[in-house]
């Protein structure tokens, strides 16, 4: 069975750090380029980081960068979002997303709550 779990959100002062973990099963993970998605409460879904299969490119979305890291351990199967210098607007529940260019195949996490309040 395919899962993405991911791990490592909760509740964090502003200026602090956290680190996401995607843990990857069932499925071909060093094929996908996969992704970090981020929804807040009466918000659309953003896309906020993503990783290229071999994870020799990375893109961040403009509000994250410079404060924000993926990578990723294709031996372990795992995909990881470094969360740096967390402001409030970056709260939100945070997606892991595993896509395979030129096929229609994705795969979605349960997601996890990060929550930066003081």
């Known amino acids: 069975q395919v899962q993405l779990v991911e791990s490592g959100g909760g509740l964090v002062q502003p200026g602090g750090s956290l680190r996401l973990s995607c843990a990857a099963s069932?499925?071909?993970?060093?094929?996908?380029?996969m992704s970090w998605y981020r929804q807040a409460p009466g918000k659309e879904r953003e896309l906020v980081a993503q990783?290229?299969?071999?994870?020799?490119?990375?893109r961040l979305a403009d509000s994250v960068k410079g404060r924000f890291i993926i990578s990723r351990d294709n031996a372990k199967n795992m995909v990881y979002l470094q969360m740096n210098s967390l402001k409030p607007e970056d709260t939100a529940v945070y997606y892991c997303?595993?896509?395979?260019?030129?096929?229609?195949?994705?795969?979605w996490g349960q997601g996890t709550q990060v929550t930066v309040s003081s």
């Open positions: 990783i290229s299969s071999g994870g020799g490119s990375t």
């Open positions: 997303n595993a896509l395979r260019s030129g096929y229609f195949t994705t795969y």
């Open positions: 069932g499925f071909t993970f060093a094929s996908y380029a």
